[in-house]
């Protein structure tokens, strides 16, 4: 080997090691985790408790920041612009990132090509629920009040194309009616309108909502799931309730900028699966009726997979209810 070449060679070898040295030191400083979600919901509570223990594993702080605007894409289109050295991460969901690709003419980013997986921990199912003066108590009897008095009821969400929006649009496309939705900067505030009698129905997750439904706050009517949720045991799924295919479960995953080192990702993954072997950990996430998927649905190469292929599905769900946002 010439001396140039060999000169070539040992700066290519400094310059990797010099990358990688970082990634290997990671973390040094205060991480930002991005819930793109404003405070107060139920991803906002799952999120918090999840970066307080994943803090601790990887001893470092975890700071929180809630960027909760056009359901949820502000907060993700920040994350995906920002600095890939892994101090930066967020919570994703099916609606920031399979949603999103969908319902927007121009699309805010690109779920699968801006954005580095980390893994998906949660599911979720929706709950619909409806206000306390709404004359009705299940979903049959909400049906046919809605085939009667859809041109005079409204139904609430976080924003347009969020995880609380898509659910309601398809059970709506599904009975062929034509209910207005009205956008809040948020599950809290459009909860909140439901629990004051001033919405009819929300399809909110069931970590809100089925406090609310225990509470007696708003009416519990159905779990949108194959399967009844242990939070809330007494209400009946839509399929139960002669329903079917209106099923609506919500993943929850963390996301990396596109390109940050796969040394962090995959320290990173691994504090996550440390932090839900707790059994601390899963008891509480359990308790927010949140599902702790199985270790194989949990990995960076599974989400990046899946995210792919739920696109498509929904995508054709979205199509099929003529939905969409400037």
Known sequence: MTMTRMALAAGAALVALTATAPAQDWPTRTITLVIP?????????????????LGEILGQTIVVENVGAAAGTIGSGRVAKAA????????????????????????????????????????????????????VNNLQELIAYMKANQATMQYSSAGVGSGTHLPCALLNHTLGVNVTNVPYRGEGPALQDVI???????????????????????????????RRAAIVPNIATTGEQ??????????????????????????????????????????????????????????????????????????KVIKAAGISVD
């Open 84 to 135: 890939p050295d892994g101090y930066t991460f967020m919570v994703g969901n099916s609606g920031t990132h399979v949603y999103s690709q969908s319902l927007y003419k121009k699309k805010p980013y690109d779920s699968a090509e801006d954005f580095e997986p980390v893994g998906m921990v949660t599911d979720s199912p929706r709950l619909l629920v409806a206000r306390k003066g709404l004359p």
């Open 37 to 53: 979600f404003a405070a107060g919901g139920g991803i906002d509570a799952s999120a918090r408790l999840q970066a307080l223990v």
């Open 196 to 226: 004051g009698d001033r919405i009819d129905y929300m399809c909110t997750t069931i970590q809100s909502g089925a406090v609310q439904a225990k509470q007696g706050t708003v009416k519990g009517i159905a779990v949108m799931a194959p």
């Open 242 to 315: 002669g329903l079917k295919d209106v099923e609506a479960t919500v993943w929850n995953g963390f996301f990396f900028p596109k390109g940050t080192p796969k040394p962090i990702v995959d320290k990173m993954h691994k504090a996550i699966e440390t932090m839900i072997a707790r059994p601390d950990v899963r008891q509480k996430l359990e308790a927010l009726g949140l599902e702790i998927l199985p270790p194989e649905q949990r990995t960076p190469a599974y989400l990046a997979k899946f995210l792919k292929a739920d696109v498509e599905r929904w995508g």
